[in-house]
T-cell receptor, first 110, second 115 residues
Framework: GQQVMQIPQYQHVQEGEDFTTYCNSS?????IQWYKQRPGGHPVFLIQ?????EVKKQKRLTFQFGEAKKNSSLHITATQTTDVGTYFC??????????FGKGTMLLVSP | GAVVSQHPSRVICKSGTSVKIECRSL??????MFWYRQFPKQSLMLMAT?????????EQGVEKDKFLINHASLTLSTLTVTSAHPEDSSFYIC???????????FGPGTRLTVL
C-alpha cells in the first residue's frame, strides 16, 4: 500500500533558526497536504499542494511539491516559539483516504 | 467555516463499559468522515472511513465489532467503543472531508481513559 515517510522525526532549534521537514511518498500523489498539531491539540490543516513543482508561502512557511509529485517539504524561516508542534504531511493518491506521515516534532527554544 | 466538533472531549470509564463519541460537521455536510486513533507522540492511525447511509470501511486490523461506527446523517458520525479495556485508552480524532481536491477538517479529539 501507499507509504508516506517523513523526516526528521524530531528537531530542536533555537528561536530564529530555520527548520525544514521532508516528506516522501512511495507512490505518485494527486495532492499533498500539511497539518500542524500543537501539543495537546488536534491536527489543523495548513495547506494543500496539487501541481507538480508547486511552491506556496504562508508568511514564514514555504511549502514545496516535487516535480514528480512524490515528495514535499515544509520550510520555516526564523522559527518562533509559536511554531512549536508536530507537522504532518498527508498524501492523497486518488483513493478514498489520506495517508499520513509519522510527523516531525519541532521544539523551539527561546 | 469547516468546523468539526467532537463530544465528549474527555471520558474516563471502567473496563467493560461502552463509550460513544460523536463527531459533527457544524457548517457543512460531510458524506464522508474518518476516525483516527493517535497514541502519545505518534502519528494518526486511520481506523475507519464512515460513509453516510452505508456501512463503514474499516482498516486492516481494526475490529469492526469493537469499534462500531454509525453515520446516520450528513453532519453526524458516531464511534462506539464497546466493552472498553485499558488498551483502548487513546486519543480518538474524527475528521470530515470537504472540497475538491479533498481536504480533511479535524475535530478536537476525544481522550479516552479506560480504568
Amino acid at each position: 500500500g501507499q507509504q508516506v515517510m517523513q523526516i526528521p522525526q524530531y528537531q530542536h532549534v533555537q528561536e530564529g533558526e530555520d527548520f525544514t521537514t521532508y516528506c516522501n511518498s512511495s507512490t505518485t500523489l494527486s495532492n499533498i497536504q500539511w497539518y500542524k498539531q500543537r501539543p495537546g491539540g488536534h491536527p489543523v490543516f495548513l495547506i494543500q499542494l496539487v501541481k507538480s513543482g508547486e511552491v506556496k508561502k504562508q508568511k514564514r512557511l514555504t511549502f514545496q511539491f516535487g516535480e514528480a509529485k512524490k515528495n514535499s517539504s515544509l520550510h520555516i524561516t526564523a522559527t518562533q516559539t509559536t511554531d512549536v508542534g508536530t507537522y504532518f504531511c498527508a498524501g492523497y493518491s486518488g483513493y478514498s483516504t489520506l495517508t499520513f506521515g509519522k510527523g516531525t516534532m519541532l521544539l523551539v527554544s527561546p | 467555516g469547516a468546523v468539526v466538533s467532537q463530544h465528549p472531549s474527555r471520558v474516563i470509564c471502567k473496563s467493560g463499559t461502552s463509550v460513544k463519541i460523536e463527531c459533527r460537521s457544524l457548517d457543512f455536510q460531510a458524506t464522508t468522515m474518518f476516525w483516527y486513533r493517535q497514541f502519545p507522540k505518534q502519528s494518526l492511525m486511520l481506523m475507519a472511513t464512515s460513509n453516510e447511509g452505508s456501512k463503514a470501511t474499516y482498516e486492516q486490523g481494526v475490529e469492526k465489532d469493537k469499534f462500531l461506527i454509525n453515520h446516520a446523517s450528513l453532519t453526524l458520525s458516531t464511534l462506539t467503543v464497546t466493552s472498553a479495556h485499558p488498551e483502548d485508552s487513546s486519543f480518538y480524532i474524527c475528521s470530515a472531508r470537504l472540497g475538491s481536491p479533498d481536504t480533511q477538517y479535524f475535530g478536537p479529539g476525544t481522550r479516552l481513559t479506560v480504568l
